[in-house]
């Protein structure tokens, strides 16, 4: 019969052998993959692997629409109110 440390040992050997394995069938995936995708002309996009933005596109900023009085700051209303917004009051600040 077999020690706990013995089992223990067998275990991380075998461990080591699956990723190893693992390692191989991957790379062999991958390498299938890629020669199935260059043979058919298949690109990412086809897989529906693309970027939601627009290539080559990016959004404009947004005109400020609130201005702290006192050092200038502006702020589009969108994404977390700075610190220097009341939440109670925000008329106070909108740029007219």
């Known amino acids: ?16 052998e699956a990723e190893e ?3 191989n069938e991957l790379s062999n995936a991958i390498a299938q993959i890629k020669m199935t995708m260059a043979e058919y ?6 897989l529906g692997f693309t970027n ?3 290539n080559g596109q990016v959004r404009a900023p947004l005109a400020p629409k ?3 009085p006192v050092t200038g700051e ?3 209303g969108r994404g977390k109110a700075p610190k ?3 939440p109670n009051n925000r ?3 909108l740029i007219k």
Request: proline share 0%.
């Open 84 to 86: 220097w917004i009341d």
């Open 21 to 23: 394995l693992r390692k």
């Open 52 to 54: 939601k933005k627009k």
């Open 66 to 68: 609130y201005r702290n």
């Open 1 to 16: 019969m077999a020690t706990y440390k013995q089992l223990q040992d067998q275990i991380k050997q075998l461990q080591h």
């Open 74 to 76: 502006t702020w589009s």
């Open 41 to 46: 002309g298949i690109t990412l996009a086809d």
């Open 91 to 93: 008329e106070k600040f």
